[in-house]
């Protein structure tokens, strides 16, 4: 091992041997395998076995030709002179993938040549510690080696990844060099974009958190993607990850990046391309090539030898450099390899990740999970994050269904009967215990209980029945039923969640009736999940049109306390938007019925002194479909259209298309949904817009827990859990409107309580109301 040259590239033991050693089939048939937590005690239990010498978490580090390899080892025993690498697994240890074995021994093997070179030991017996973690039995496979053996493999092992390393090194300095002399993609700065991109550059300088509110139409893509790059080489950021809410929006970032000079579709002169690799992160139900095929060498012809072409397909992807949809796919099928999994290898050496925020905040995410585990300088670009809140809280919430489970019973196999059916009871206990059947005040409804703490024995039966599932899977490994599966999967996640309850969560049940309930663990303040994933980011920019007021994100993101707020002045005056608010109208429950007459008026006067293209918010598809249908009956002459109940992307797409210039009509949409933000309809395509409804959640009793929750913690209950969110969804509507210099339009409020005092100080101030 050469300990004086210069480091050239640094990687740890575990990335190094997951590049050199696999080989083979891809194998990704389930197969339970411990929690985190299992893995964590499991190490505990082996290592406590061991004698008063043995060295646990031993720190190894060294050189193989200015490449620096480093990690901790498990364990070793100076008394027998013995190495261990310690894994925890589920199940027949026969099942496992050859190449997961092969892994383990490659990496005992490069803890063993560090261990030799540093203690000056001439021989070791390695081995490989097999703990299963159901019957706490240690399966001990050993092997020995000489220091000179050892060593042959840590520098065979160093030379296939040096050449893989000088490349990432040179393209490390290439991409710096590049970015550096990074020039903005356009002429000049639309309004509003200089102060953007000024305040995210000094956000990346100083590691701080950017709460920034931005106007819609003036560029916010491009002018928080340009000040990022242009810092990553100045501040050392090793990867930067564009997060977003939903697919346009990774579109409109990679046409950004695209702009910036990343991708040369259009020129055959690639080496004018900006050397930045870029990948879009898809879904694996997106990506799967053969969904009808279990994900293993003997049923999928991407699944085998999949380990033995990748490192052709890889050093194609990172030639490619663009790495979209498209292009990964292709670079995937070219070379016969799984386009899903390929991606998921390509986020290790790709500079810029455009993905879904699930993607650094989930609890199991990869990005965060790859930022950690090499110890990146990692920056984030969160889009639309005024819909962040929502987002994370459904990531950390979770749900059973008493239903679901009932028939799993009926229908389990006969080893699983027993732990389902205590499992079964204890659900008759809790329905049992809060009140069965439905409310007595609402006839017909649900009953809805918060419960105070949570079940503590369903929990055990549900951990018991959690046992025998993922004992029985362990045992019956990609042949089992795929129901099973999935309830599994639920039940799993439910005790994670579990395990972590506290004031930022409620448990609560919902009782239908007829042996129906549902048992949920609802996050309500997700700051206390996410917190830590932004003081882990080298630099988290979060942007969005509507982010006021900044006190609410910060407080139920979990944002840290010297986040930076600015707010950005619209480039719009108010002479471009007619802001009127119609008091005589209330959309309250109790007034739907009444509303209706005033509300056709009003659409259909102000269509007749304008004609052309508007759009129509409501808060319900019942009450849109109320307005509808009463302005069939006395206007069937005006042209309307409306969404429907889970649209397709074609029926969608169709929607959309009626907004075309020189058309007429009304379309109807709901509030918060598909057409309520993140659509473009510039100039004639949409002169204005009718909004009936503060866009409030429903006054239900979730929504009043939440709101007792919220004030008890924040002392903002109404606000946080009604008023803000409402109004956001408002404003996102209205932005449809007026998306740039030329357009003029007109906004209709149709709700008395916009004229009330807490409500217009959270519209946007440029608005002059009428």
Request: hydrophobic content about 40%.
């Amino acid at each position: 091992m050469d300990r004086a040259e210069t480091p050239l590239y640094r990687v740890a033991v575990r990335a190094l041997c997951d590049f050199t050693a696999r080989e083979g089939d891809l194998d990704h048939r389930f197969t339970p395998s411990p929690s985190a937590r299992e893995g964590i005690a499991g190490h505990a239990l082996v290592t406590g076995r061991r004698g008063k010498s043995y060295e646990r978490e031993i720190a190894l580090s060294g050189r193989y030709r200015g490449l620096v390899v480093s990690g901790r080892a498990d364990g070793f025993d100076p008394a027998s002179n013995r190495l261990e690498e310690i894994k925890t697994h589920r199940g027949d240890l026969s099942r496992m993938a050859h190449n997961q074995r092969a892994l383990h021994w490659a990496q005992v093997k490069v803890y063993g040549a560090l261990l030799c070179a540093e203690r000056g030991l001439e021989s070791l017996t390695l081995a490989l510690v097999y703990l299963d973690i159901a019957s706490e039995r240690e399966t001990l496979l050993t092997e020995e080696a000489s220091a000179s053996e050892l060593s042959a493999f840590f520098e065979a092992q160093c030379g296939r990844f040096l050449g893989w390393a000088e490349q990432e090194a040179q393209h490390r300095q290439a991409r710096d060099t590049a970015l550096a002399g990074l020039g903005f993609p356009h002429d000049t700065f639309r309004p509003g974009q200089r102060e953007l991109a000024e305040s995210v550059y000094k956000a990346a300088a100083t590691r701080r958190c950017l709460l920034v509110q931005a106007p819609t139409g003036i560029g916010k893509t491009v002018a928080t993607l340009f000040p990022m790059l242009k810092a990553m080489p100045r501040q050392g950021i090793d990867r930067l990850a564009f997060l977003t809410m939903k697919t346009p929006g990774r579109r409109l970032a990679l046409d950004a990046l695209a702009r910036l000079g990343a991708a040369d579709a259009d020129s055959q002169e690639t080496q004018l391309r900006l050397p930045l690799r870029v990948q879009e992160l898809v879904a694996r139900s997106k990506a799967c090539e053969h969904p009808d095929k279990a994900c293993h060498g003997d049923a999928c012809p991407l699944a085998a030898g999949f380990y033995d072409r990748l490192p052709a397909a890889r050093q194609a992807a990172v030639a490619r450099g663009w790495l979209d949809r498209e292009a990964l796919r292709e670079v995937a099928l070219e070379h016969r390899v799984c386009p899903y999994y390929l991606g998921q290898e390509m986020a290790h050496w790709s500079d810029v990740c455009v993905g879904d925020v699930n993607h650094y905040f989930d609890a199991s995410a990869l990005l965060h999970g790859l930022a950690q585990a090499n110890g990146w300088r990692q920056a984030l670009l969160v889009d639309e994050a005024h819909n962040l809140v929502e987002r994370a809280r459904k990531m950390y919430s979770a749900e059973l269904d008493q239903r679901a489970l009932s028939r799993l019973h009926r229908q389990a196999p006969a080893t699983l009967v027993k732990p389902l059916g205590r499992l079964v009871r204890q659900w008759q206990v809790l329905v049992r215990e809060q009140g069965g059947g439905t409310d007595e005040g609402r006839p017909g409804q649900p009953a809805y209980r918060v419960l105070e703490e949570l079940p503590g024995r369903f929990l055990g039966a549900l951990q018991q029945a959690v046992a025998a599932i993922t004992d029985y899977l362990a045992e019956h490994p990609g042949g089992a039923d795929p129901v099973l599966q999935e309830r599994l999967f639920e039940a799993l996640a439910f005790m994670r969640l579990a395990e972590s309850f506290g004031d930022h969560s409620l448990c609560d049940l919902t009782l239908y009736g007829r042996g129906r309930a549902l048992l949920g663990l609802r996050n309500l303040v997700p700051a206390d999940f996410l917190a830590l994933r932004f003081t882990q980011a080298h630099s988290a920019v979060l942007f969005s049109a509507t982010l006021s007021p900044p006190g609410y994100h910060r407080d139920l993101l979990g944002l840290p306390g010297d986040c930076v707020w600015r707010s950005i002045a619209s480039p719009f005056h108010a002479d471009q938007l007619e802001v009127r608010i119609n008091r005589d109208i209330s959309t309250r429950l109790r007034d739907r019925q009444v509303s209706l007459d005033p509300i056709v008026a009003e659409l259909v006067g102000q269509y007749r002194s304008r004609p052309g293209l508007y759009l129509a918010f409501f808060s319900s598809f019942a009450y849109l479909e109320s307005v509808t249908q009463r302005l069939a009956q006395r206007h069937p002459e005006l042209p309307h259209w409306s969404q429907t109940r889970g649209m397709s992307e074609a029926e969608r797409d169709a929607f959309l298309a009626r907004f075309r210039a020189g058309g007429q009509g009304i379309g109807f949409a709901v509030l918060g949904g598909a057409f309520g933000e993140g659509i473009d309809l510039p100039g004639e395509r949409l002169i204005g817009a009718f909004i009936a409804t503060l866009g409030l959640p429903p006054f239900d009793a979730f929504s009043e827990a939440l709101k007792a929750r919220l004030d008890a913690r924040f002392g903002c209950g109404d606000a946080y859990a009604y008023r803000i969110p409402g109004l956001i969804k408002v404003i996102q509507a209205a932005g449809r409107v007026i998306r740039g210099p030329q357009d003029r339009g007109t906004l209709v409020l149709m709700d008395d309580r916009f004229q009330q005092r807490e409500v217009r100080k959270l519209l946007p101030e440029w608005w002059r109301m009428a």
